[in-house]
């Protein structure tokens, strides 16, 4: 962890040099600090009620990922509650979006940073998608392999509410369409940042859909991933 969070870090002293050159030095404060302000509740479902902490960032990202350690280590298997507390945040959606909204010129203006901040519904939604895909995802390709791993959604919530696994494949589904229709409500106007800043957070829920329509195409790269990447950064069309 020790090693991750130092190899971040010199990172981060990139795009700090690059920031002081645009006069936007200001803004790596907010992809670094955890802010904590107040919770943030929302429902999942007639069951899962999560209490998220506002500001989660950079610092807050490693300590997810060590919180996911020590739950492999243990061998643990916690409540939905506590699994999506540690396991929306170690997604990095709102890390990514952060970072993301620094090079944009100034379309972002403070207020949009102290917006992003504090877990605004697009983003947490943005993260329930991105989330439940991977754990559905990731189940069915490690039980075949039949490892250890950290305890998924899919494991947590077949042992707190007792359900067969496509029990829980049909409330992730379900969950994944209604986070969907709350995106979509999140750009209709009036909106609360620009749309411009608004499609990153959209593009990084639709990144899930192409990884991992046709496959685990983040697992195992094919050509169809190869295609992709290649349309976007090579052969793109201006």
Known sequence: MKLFYVALLDV??????????QGYQYRLHYAIEMYFL???????????????TNGVQMKNQVRAYFDEAKWFHKRQISTMEE???????????????????????????????DWVINDPKIITTSSIIARFIDDMTSHKRLSKLKRG????????????????????YNEFHYQIMN????????????????????????????????????????????KVMKNNIGSLLIDSIV
């Not at 909106?191 to 593009?203: I, K």
């Open 12 to 21: 981060y002293n990139e795009i700090e040099e690059e920031m002081e050159k």
């Open 38 to 52: 107040e919770p943030n509740t929302i429902l999942m479902s007639t069951n899962i009620v999560i209490t998220l």
């Open 83 to 113: 699994y999506m507390c540690i396991a929306l945040p170690s997604l990095g959606y709102s890390l990514l979006t952060t970072l993301s909204f620094m090079g944009m010129g100034e379309i972002v203006t403070k207020e949009a940073f």
């Open 149 to 168: 791993h950290v305890a998924s959604g899919i494991e947590c919530y077949m042992k707190q509410y007792g359900a067969y696994e496509e029990q829980v």
């Open 179 to 222: 986070a969907w229709m709350d995106i979509n409500q999140e750009c209709l106007k009036p909106t609360a940042v620009p749309m411009p800043l608004l499609s990153r957070v959209l593009n990084l829920s639709r990144v899930m859909d192409v990884i991992y329509k046709e496959g685990d195409n983040y697992t195992h790269v094919g």
